[in-house]
Each structure stands twice: as structure tokens, then as C-alpha cells.
């Protein structure tokens, strides 16, 4: 897909996306340092599948545990995360 940089200011830049042009704004952070004004973006977007499932499989967890509050049953809290 391709974009293009509209313009710039502060932190941020406008985005034209695609055919359409539609308007996104970014931070300048997303993009490449040497990014100005009027230039044009090869933009690839990829699904992450192992995240995906990652996510669902957390949010599953989470409404099972609430389920399982709501019925009063004991729920074992989940070893931390460092």
C-alpha cells in the first residue's frame, strides 16, 4: 500500500493512505528519521498470528476467571510476569 506525507509539525506527521487518501496522523517516531514532507511510503501490514492467539487465549482466561468469581468458586492468581 502505498502513502504519502502530507505534511509535518510538532511530534506528528498527516498521512494520505492508499488510492482513497485517507487522513492518518502518525508520530514522527513510527517513521523513518529521515522522513519529509511530500514523501512516498511503502506501507506492509502482517497479521501476527502467534499474538493473536496469545491475546485470545488470555482474554479467555480472564473471562473464565470472572465467571468463576461470579459463581463465588476460588480463583488461583497467575504467577507474575518479569
Do not use: C, F, W
Request: no cysteine.
Amino acid at each position: 500500500m502505498k502513502a504519502i506525507v502530507e505534511r509535518m509539525g510538532g511530534e506528528y506527521a498527516v498521512v494520505l493512505l492508499g488510492q482513497e487518501q485517507y487522513k492518518i496522523i502518525l508520530p514522527l517516531s513510527y517513521l523513518p528519521e529521515e522522513i519529509r514532507e511530500r514523501d512516498v511510503l511503502d506501507i506492509d501490514i502482517n497479521i501476527n498470528r502467534k499474538l493473536t492467539l496469545q491475546r485470545l487465549q488470555r482474554q479467555s482466561h480472564r473471562l473464565k476467571e470472572k465467571v468463576k468469581r461470579a459463581r463465588g468458586e476460588k480463583v488461583l492468581q497467575a504467577p507474575s510476569q518479569s
